[in-house]
Antibody, heavy 119, light 107 residues
Framework: EVQLEESGGSVVRPGGSLRLSCTVS????????MNWVRQAPGKGLEWVSG????????VYADSVKGRFTISRDKAKNTLYLQMHSLRAEDTAMYYC????????????WGQGTLVTVSS | DIQMTQSPPTLSASVGDRVTITCRAS??????LAWYQQKPGKAPKILVY???NLESGVPSRFSARGSGTEFTLTISSLQPDDFATYYC?????????FGQGTKLEIK
């Protein structure tokens, strides 16, 4: 069974940093591109960042470019999102999502981890 | 960036109704479009990929069509489990933007 489990969310002050993790199981991690998607309270979905199967070509939404870094560790079957210079508008549920092989849509999602940026 | 515009933002309907949600892209995306369903407090769930391919296990009352810039998701006979928020998303080129969502409510 494919499973994705996010962790690392917490309350952090503006300007602070946080690292989110997404540990996967039930599939070959190296085969799939992976993404982070966030959802502010009561709002819609916002794509944040993506990385291809081998860790190359990371891409970012303009809203997080230069502040967030996506990475993956094949040995740990884990996707990361390092977040710096956090702002109130980064407050959201953060989901990791797997890209479907040879397609690109997000066929499996984790349950999310909540990041709250507040003083 | 490609903008995705969904309509309507809210849809009130009854069990048994047929409903259609529309998604328009600001430029051509061929068939690189997905539809997701999200229920309160839950992660989104894929319904349709590559414009009209139903995900395994999705009931046949769901159908989707479109290509280029205009796409639709239709539910032929609403069931109680279908009341949720629906999002379209293109994955033609990064950034993979989502539509703003359509909340399907019980009338």
């Amino acid at each position: 069974e494919v499973q994705l489990e996010e962790s690392g969310g917490s309350v952090v002050r503006p300007g602070g940093s946080l690292r989110l993790s997404c540990t996967v199981s039930g599939f070959t991690f190296d085969d799939h591109g992976m993404n982070w998607v966030r959802q502010a309270p009561g709002k819609g979905l916002e794509w944040v960042s993506g990385i291809n199967w081998n860790g190359g070509s990371p891409v970012y939404a303009d809203s997080v470019k230069g502040r967030f870094t996506i990475s993956r560790d094949k040995a740990k079957n884990t996707l990361y999102l390092q977040m710096h210079s956090l702002r109130a508008e980064d407050t959201a549920m953060y989901y990791c999502a797997r890209e479907r092989l040879l397609e690109g849509d997000f066929d499996h999602w984790g349950q999310g981890t909540l990041v709250t940026v507040s003083s | 960036d490609i903008q995705m515009t969904q309509s309507p933002p809210t849809l009130s309907a009854s069990v048994g109704d047929r409903v259609t949600i529309t998604c328009r892209a600001s430029q051509r995306i061929d068939n690189w479009l997905a539809w997701y369903q999200q229920k309160p407090g839950k992660a989104p769930k894929i319904l349709v990929y590559k414009a009209f391919n139903l995900e395994s296990g999705v009931p046949s009352r769901f159908s989707a069509r479109g290509s280029g810039t205009e796409f639709t998701l239709t539910i032929s006979s609403l069931q109680p489990d279908d009341f949720a928020t629906y999002y379209c998303q293109h994955y033609n080129i990064y950034p993979y933007t989502f539509g703003q969502g359509t909340k399907l409510e019980i009338k």
